[in-house]
């Protein structure tokens, strides 16, 4: 039986942006435009975008249309010794679905309750998402056993995944067409409402007004080259394994740029709607919008459901608010899932798809439990900050490394260059060889100095080394497979 394939060429953008729009586009993006100096952060955005944002997608889609291979075989046969890197991306994602999933499920919960006669956070939206949804311990400490609610709905999270995913892209190829839209639509949807209400553009001002001094604060560069590789699922084998689907002489450089543009055309849009609403927040308040404007989980769960509740027909806009981020992020969390399992099918051919999809999202879930204890907040944030301040750019770092000096950047862009509409030109050789590594690099270093300086949150030692050994068991099983090499060929 010959490889599966995506429906067509748009199914596959569309599974590739689906799993780049994600809660990151909405919680992250527009919080760190505003705080790292408004329209003026678009400047370092973008060019993280260019020179590295756009070069590694292109590199992520090259390799696995050209091995025709989940990360694991794709990274293998480029070189014999980099099998572990695809265990080591692999990993990543399976930590980040185990709580991707989570916070999905908490949208779930709020969605449910937004049907509700008044919504039930009115008035007390922080209280509300702390004490009543995540009954939320006072320090890691008091793990407080598992929370139901959120592990049944975590439950119900991984039933959506599993029939995304069951039978590989031809179920993903189908749910792709409604769960990539939608959202949009709905964003599109509160965005009108946004507009209507009095104070918005005092919102979209707050957003955008260039502040230009930030350029020369250097941790706005790094927190731009961070959203970029966050944004754009890179380095999770994700993006290896989607374009494994497709036949071996489409179109790589335009597929990667459309992919890129419409991301962070989203990613700019949901900041008009988030800051229009914060914006008529913040007036109906008579406070400011710094006031009000929070990121992650703050942002989602307390700023935004409480704006929304102080408006007519609160329980249908939170109801639609709270639809935008579970359809947002369904695709991100199985796009996560699917990578582990054509990795798992690339060597075990005979297996089953449906079962061993059953088998990976079961993982999934188990190792979400540990998310739905009255403590899961702080285990979630730790989890979160080790996998992408360093998993995601070590297992960059090398793909990097692997491509550009290893397997030969310019064979890799002969390759691109013969299967395209559009060539690509020897900057990208520049970007996969010199600038992406050195940049990476810079990042990681500098998140090392920091921790090492000051360690993560608040969080006591043993805690901590949960965080630090999320990075290093992957990183390890990538050296293990380094020094041993594979005997086998690819
Ligand atoms: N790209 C997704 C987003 O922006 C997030 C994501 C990153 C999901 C990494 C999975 C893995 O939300």
């Not at 900057?427 to 920091?450: D, E, F, R, Y």
């Amino acid at each position: 039986m010959g490889r599966s394939r995506w429906a067509s060429n748009t199914v596959f953008l569309l599974a590739a942006i689906g799993s780049a729009v994600g809660l990151g586009n909405v919680w992250r993006f527009p919080y760190l435009a505003y705080k790292y100096g408004g329209g003026a952060f678009l400047i370092p955005y973008l060019i993280a975008l260019f020179i590295v944002g756009v070069p590694l997608l292109m590199l992520e889609f090259a390799v696995g249309q050209k091995t025709q291979a989940g990360a694991v075989k794709a990274f293998r046969s480029l070189h014999h010794r980099f099998g572990g890197l695809g265990i080591f991306a692999l990993l990543s994602s399976f930590i980040i679905v185990c709580y991707y999933a989570v916070v999905m499920a908490w949208s779930l919960i709020y969605f449910l309750v937004s049907f509700a006669k008044h919504v039930p956070w009115a008035g007390n939206s922080e209280g509300y998402f702390y004490k009543s949804v995540l009954e939320l311990t006072a320090n890691i400490g008091t793990i407080g056993g598992i929370n139901w609610t959120v592990l049944l709905a975590l439950i119900a999270i991984w039933v959506l995944i599993y029939f995304s995913v069951w039978k590989g892209v031809h179920s993903v190829g189908k749910v792709v067409w409604w769960t990539v839209p939608l959202p949009v639509i709905l964003l599109g949807v509160l965005l009108i409402r946004g507009m209507t209400l009095p104070g918005f553009l005092t919102g979209w001002v707050y957003y955008l007004k260039p502040k230009w001094g930030a350029l020369l604060d250097p941790q706005v560069w790094q927190a731009a080259f961070g959203q970029i590789m966050f944004t754009l699922t890179l380095a999770f084998g994700v993006m290896v394994a989607y374009a494994s689907y497709r036949k071996h002489d489409e179109d790589i450089n335009k597929g990667a740029w459309v992919t890129a543009l419409v991301n962070s055309g989203i990613s700019l849009f949901a900041g008009f709607v988030v800051f229009a609403i914060l914006g008529a927040m913040a007036n109906l308040k008579g406070v400011g919008v710094s006031e009000v404007v929070k990121s992650g989980p703050g942002l989602a769960f307390v700023v935004f459901p409480e704006a929304l509740s102080l408006m007519p027909f609160a329980w249908f806009f939170s109801a639609l608010f709270f639809l935008t981020l579970l359809t947002l992020g369904i695709d991100s969390a199985f796009s996560l899932v699917e990578a582990v399992n054509a990795a798992i099918h690339d060597r075990y051919a005979r297996w089953n798809v449906p079962l061993l999809s059953l088998i990976v999202c079961a993982l999934g879930f188990l190792g979400g439990i540990i998310f739905t204890t009255r403590a899961g907040l702080y285990f979630l944030d730790i989890v979160d900050h080790f996998v992408n301040a360093y998993n995601l750019l070590i297992v960059a770092f090398l793909q990097t490394i692997l491509v550009g000096w290893v397997y030969g950047a310019e064979k890799l862009r002969a390759y691109m260059n013969k299967v395209s509409h559009w060539d690509v030109g020897a900057w990208w050789t520049w970007s996969i060889k010199v600038v992406s590594p050195l940049i990476i690099l810079a990042l990681l270093v500098w998140n090392l100095v920091l921790e090492v300086e000051k360690p993560y949150g608040d969080y006591p030692l043993w805690a901590l080394s949960i965080g630090w050994a999320v990075t290093l068991v992957p990183f390890l099983i990538f050296l293990f497979f380094f020094v041993r090499g594979s005997k086998t060929a690819a």
